[in-house]
């Protein structure tokens, strides 16, 4: 296998980078350009599907038939949906964010002109020496609004900067990379994968490795709002979602092992890919977990369902407190990336 761990700045400079860059889904234009860059720095093609999901492909030692892996660059996020007359804004969800842990947290809100605002999103009734349930009200949409970091006093003030329904939010990630190897981010799900295949291509460029099939890597940019991958090209024979791995209850799964899911929401995962991953990960003593998450669905079931003859697998690196502070390991993530270049045959 190839030691992973000389391309770890790499791999930790991508993460940092695509986490910098606000994409909430459908608006993810900024994230997709920046992938697109290092692939074709890396010599690889990238191509942008009418839906705007990037592709890019790797020629393979045969290329009768494409292994697919899917990644997605979109985000958990916000979007306004009026503005208060004390001029501040209620919002929509995109996605299924964890509200609570919203509460003081710092955003930015983007206008359809392309301005950009600064605020805060915060409950209603926020104030300890006001309002005797501060530390008690309920967090979610009907309680929260996002404070905006200018001289607004109405309704009026608020639609002179530009601002209006329809504009996204998108908070703060808070990236940290700690001395003992951990990640700390909002939106690991799904950046880190993302990170994860474009180290894979690097590794492949500099060590001179190719898969043995026709590779294509898809970045989706609805995934978290369910049809991400629902149209992918037609030349696809298998397809593995390269997605968070959930942590909690009695699963498996640590920050330190990939994931290997058997069982989502929607349906078991083809048993041949499945088992595959699952002996390869066994026979190269990697740290790997396998589970059942029925709270979960991926880029797979968008494409089974949009009607793709394929078969189809998911893995990724365990991530504990999906959908609110997200955290991993670089173990987590080397694991992921050994396992995926083992099944290419690179």
Known sequence: MVNVSNYKD??????????????????????????????????????????GCGIITVDGVDNSRTIMLSAHVDTLGLMVRSITPKGELKFVCIGGPSLPTLDGEYCNIITRDGRVYTGTILCQDAAK??????????????????????????????????????????????????????????FIDDKASVACLLTMLKIMKEEGLKPKNKLKIFISIYEEVGHGASYIPDDVNEMIAVDMGCIGLDLNCTEYDVSICAKDSGSPYD?????????????????????????YGSDVGAALRGGHNIKG?????????????????????????????LYLGC
Request: aromatic residues 10%; proline residues 4%.
């Open 129 to 186: 020496h006001v309002h005797p349930n501060a530390a008690t009200a309920p967090r979610d949409e009907d309680t929260m609004i996002v404070r905006i970091d200018e001289q607004v006093h109405n309704k009026e003030d608020v639609l002179k900067l530009g601002i209006s329904a329809g504009d996204y939010i998108a908070y703060n990630p808070k990236t940290v990379v700690t001395e003992s190897g951990f990640l700390k981010s909002r």
């Open 271 to 295: 048993y041949d890919m499945t088992t595959r991953l699952i002996n390869l990960a066994k026979e190269n003593n990697l740290k790997y977990a396998v589970d059942i998450y029925p709270r």
């Open 313 to 341: 697998a998911l893995v990724g690196p365990g991530v504990a407190a999906s959908h609110g502070m997200e955290r991993t390991h670089y173990s987590g993530l080397e694991n992921t990336i050994q396992l995926l270049m």
């Open 10 to 51: 790499y791999l930790f400079d991508t993460a940092k980078s695509l986490f910098a860059i606000d994409s909430p889904s459908g608006y993810c234009f900024a994230a997709t350009e920046a992938v697109r860059k290092v692939a074709e720095g890396l010599g690889y093609s990238f191509e942008r599907n009418e839906k």
